[in-house]
């Protein structure tokens, strides 16, 4: 399977717009025609890929702890969307079928980021790789993480699924080479980096390794930066508001 991927890549949805990692958030991203959409994905106790960036649940639920140690069906009564805007209060944190089951419907590509919590890394991939082998979803999908664990686990249990690594701070540029040679020895086709550490002699090194560069933040990344980042060779960026960017989509 070849992917395509586009300049924009919409953010745990739009997470500016809606609350993260919602269906809404989904929504909002296919309303505004974005193409493909990010999302983090952990498990529940019984093992049950849900969308959740946090290791617990306070930020963005009504919920407290480790998901771990809730069963889905608990997890599926939280309000995962009051401390967004109180508007949002119906909304609760989605299974990761639900979210490839919609993005199948609309014909929208999906990066799923491993977000395991700690102790259960390998849980989170076998959960993951089970929900992909069984449904066979009719949308494009690619896996990343930070923790290499989680990408080259999930790499031997999905041969033919696109692989990536993030990457949010390296000490040097020998250490960087050697990361690039472990991307290339595991066969990852993309390195994911925080825009605090972007350059243009790191875009040009993953450009000679063959590897796809994709650039996130912590906040909106605004149309101008975007645009410099493309010019220096950046394939996507990961969009939180994508209004300045209309023209674009439209």
Known sequence: MTINLPKLIGHRGVRDLAPENTLQSIKKAIELNIKWVEI???????????LLHDSSLERTTSGNGSPLNYKYSELYKLDAG?????????LYPP??????????????????????????????VVA???????????????????????????????????????????????????????????????????????????????????ILVTVYSSQNIEKNEAEELWNLGVDSIFIDNPTSYKNMLE
């Not at 993005?103 to 929208?108: G, V």
């Not at 992909?132 to 664990?149: E, N, P, R, T």
């Open 40 to 50: 983090d994905v952990k498990i529940s106790k019984d093992h049950i890929p849900f």
């Open 82 to 90: 009051s401390w967004f805007d109180k508007k949002y209060k119906n």
């Open 95 to 124: 299974t990761l079928k639900e979210v490839l089951d919609l993005c199948s419907q609309k014909n929208i590509g999906v990066n799923i980021e491993l977000k395991p919590n700690k102790g259960s890394e390998e849980a989170n």
């Open 128 to 210: 993951i790789t089970e929900l992909i082998m069984k449904h066979k979803f009719d949308c494009q999908y690619f896996l990343s993480s930070f923790d290499w664990f989680s990408v080259i686990k999930i790499r031997k249990l999905l041969p033919e699924s696109h692989v990536g690594i993030l990457i949010d701070s390296f000490d040097q540029k020998r250490n960087f080479t050697k990361m690039l040679n472990k991307c290339n020895e595991h066969n990852f086709f993309s390195c994911g980096f925080n825009i605090t550490i972007i350059s243009d002699e790191i875009i040009n090194i993953c450009k000679n390794y063959g």
